[in-house]
Structures are given as structure tokens and as C-alpha cells.
């Protein structure tokens, strides 16, 4: 079992619509990542999170510590937001656990 | 398969000595490469990426160098470090044509 689980791991949607990407982790954390990766390969950090929740433009992550649990969401979704979205955790040796990514395309 | 090697997991160096990281990947060809960079309490940050057998393309300026001598071998490098090049260093790869990337499993480096 990985110790980052994503879901889904491929989403399509229209554009306009709401999206939600789910990622839970078995390990003790002391932070919580979501990545975004771009055509191409580039990486770019979206959220380092360890409580509540953070906000930036459309975007929305959110985590649960007891649960262990975390989402990332996106209004009013666009063509430009397509991309893998990588959940990673640091655990309190700071070592990192990547989830397998969640590849999401949005539709005209 | 495909499979990331990225060694050593964790290194203690002194400042002004020499660095070398190794990324090896197995089981695809012509792969995109990447080094990645987290400092304590920051975002991953992109520093080199290639295309090819000796193509660098550099994101930041930094006391950094990467090389591609194989097709699936990723070196970063520095000739003499300083303390703000610890942190944790992750190598990826991606398939020319693919959106997903694969991470090593990180070198913790802490310069003292």
C-alpha cells in the first residue's frame, strides 16, 4: 500500500465545472503538497498546507489532519488548468511520499 | 518497468567541498530529466531539466551545475557549496510525450 493514495488518478470535465481531487496519506506529517505538473514536465508548488485550509485564485486546498485527508479544489474550471496534480507528503523526518498524480483535462 | 535511482538518500558536507548527485533511470529511453529543489519550509523548485544527452536548461541562477552524459544519467553538481544549498534534492523523469513525472526518492543534503 503507498503511503499516499490520489483519487481520481484521470478526470476529464468541462469547462466551468467544479473539480475536486482527493488525496489521503498513511504516514505522520509535517506538511502536505499539492503540485502542479504542466505538458512538458514542469513542476510547479501550488499549496503547502499542514492545517485548514488555503486559498489562491481559483484554487482551494484543503486538509484534515485527523482524517487524514486532503483536496484540492478548482472553480469555475478552464482549459489551461489540464495537468497532473501531484499530492505529496513530508513526514516528520522530512523525508517525502508522492501520491501517483491525478491527470486532469478540461474540455472547451 | 520504469524505475528512478537518486543516491545518496542523505549526505552532510562542509562548506567549499565538492557535490555530486547521481539520478539513474531504468527501463524507457530519451526521457525528460529534472532536479528539484525544496529548502526547509518552501515549494518544490525546478532547477535544471533536459531534453537530451547533454542539453541543460537552467530555471534559476545558482551555485549549481547539472550534466547529462547517458541518456538516462542525470548529474547535479557543484564545485563549492555553500549553506544554502541544503535541503532536499529530487530527481524526476517524464516521457517526451507524457504529462506524469516520476520521482527519485530524494537526497536529504545538509551543507555544515
Known amino acids: 500500500k503507498n503511503e499516499v493514495e490520489q483519487s481520481p488518478q484521470n478526470l476529464t470535465a468541462q469547462e466551468g465545472e467544479f473539480i475536486t481531487i482527493n488525496c489521503s496519506y498513511s504516514?505522520?506529517?509535517?506538511?502536505l503538497h499539492w503540485l502542479q505538473q504542466h505538458p512538458g514536465g514542469g513542476i510547479v508548488s501550488l499549496f503547502m498546507?499542514?492545517?485548514g485550509k488555503k486559498k489562491h485564485g481559483r484554487l482551494i486546498a484543503t486538509i484534515n489532519i485527523q482524517e487524514k485527508h486532503s483536496s484540492l479544489h478548482i472553480t469555475a474550471s478552464h482549459p489551461r488548468d489540464s495537468a497532473v496534480y501531484i499530492c505529496?507528503?513530508?513526514?516528520?523526518?522530512?523525508?517525502?511520499?508522492f501520491g501517483t498524480g491525478t491527470s486532469l483535462t478540461v474540455i472547451p | 518497468s520504469q524505475t528512478i535511482h537518486q543516491w545518496p538518500a542523505t549526505l552532510v558536507q562542509p562548506v567549499g567541498s565538492p557535490l555530486s548527485l547521481e539520478c539513474t533511470v531504468e527501463g524507457t529511453s530519451n526521457p525528460n530529466l529534472y532536479w528539484y529543489r525544496q529548502a526547509a519550509g518552501r515549494g518544490l523548485q525546478l532547477l535544471f531539466y533536459s531534453v537530451g544527452i547533454g542539453q541543460i536548461s537552467s530555471e534559476v541562477p545558482q551555485n549549481l551545475s547539472a550534466s547529462r552524459p547517458q541518456d538516462r544519467q542525470f548529474i547535479l553538481s557543484s564545485k563549492k557549496l555553500l549553506l544554502s544549498d541544503s535541503g532536499f534534492y529530487l530527481c524526476?523523469?517524464?516521457?517526451?510525450?507524457?504529462?506524469?513525472?516520476?520521482f527519485g526518492q530524494g537526497t536529504r543534503l545538509t551543507v555544515v
Open positions: 498546507l499542514s492545517s
Open positions: 504516514v505522520g506529517i509535517s506538511a
Open positions: 524526476a523523469w517524464s516521457a517526451q510525450m507524457n504529462t506524469e513525472a516520476f
Open positions: 505529496a507528503v513530508s513526514d516528520t523526518g522530512n523525508q517525502f511520499y
